[in-house]
């Protein structure tokens, strides 16, 4: 289906049924047609791209761009859930165990759990269990990837953790462009899939 239809579809979902079953069914059952996704193709040589596509106060809508070899960070969603699905190509997705914190410091100790990788056959959603994780499009792939996340609440912040440094941090998320419009500085290119 097109992007626009699946927002909508989305948005029709009411509150109280907005629940990790129901939105993992919905992400499940609904195929996003990547062409209608033109709008919101942003990539950029210098970092992934968070694409903004639709927000209601309930959830919003984010497509991200990865070239090929880029990753995220280590990070959490601070309790808010995300389901996320493929629109084009795949990603791995790496989870991890807190193992040990200290928060006046911002102290942790992080040890990996389980891999996988999401295809347009098995979205999936954030282990609420074990929330912390790192989305990458490795180079071996060989191919850009594009995934389309639902947050719900929406949010601007995330905790990313480094592990080796033992060390994590509250930053605020960023994005590159919001309804189709260019909102950061990052070098960009519009490309159609
Ligand atoms: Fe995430």
Redesign the pocket.
């Known amino acids: 289906m097109e992007i626009q239809e699946f927002a909508h579809g989305l948005s029709s979902i009411p509150e109280a049924e907005f629940t990790h079953d129901r939105v993992l069914d919905y992400v499940r059952r609904n195929r996003v047609d990547v062409k209608s996704l033109a709008p919101y193709l942003y990539f950029s040589p210098e970092h992934y791209t968070r694409n903004l596509i639709h927000r209601t106060p309930l959830f919003e809508l984010i497509a991200i761009c990865w070239e090929p070899g880029q990753r995220?960070a280590i990070?959490n969603?601070r309790g808010q859930r995300?389901w996320m699905s493929m629109a084009y190509g795949k990603v791995q997705v790496h989870n991890f165990r807190l193992v040990r914190q200290d928060p006046a410091r911002g102290y942790c100790e992080l040890e990996p759990s389980t891999h996988f990788i999401i295809d347009a056959d098995r979205p999936c959603e954030?282990d609420p269990e074990e929330p912390i994780?790192q989305?990458s499009n490795p180079a071996s792939f060989g191919s850009r990837a594009v995934t389309l996340?639902v947050y719900s609440w929406p949010y601007d912040t995330c905790e990313i953790y480094d592990l080796k440094a033992r060390h994590y941090e509250d930053v605020k998320l960023v994005n590159t462009t919001e309804f189709g419009v260019l909102k950061s500085n990052l070098k960009v290119e519009k490309v159609s899939l």
């Open positions: 995220s990070h969603h995300c954030v994780h989305v996340h």
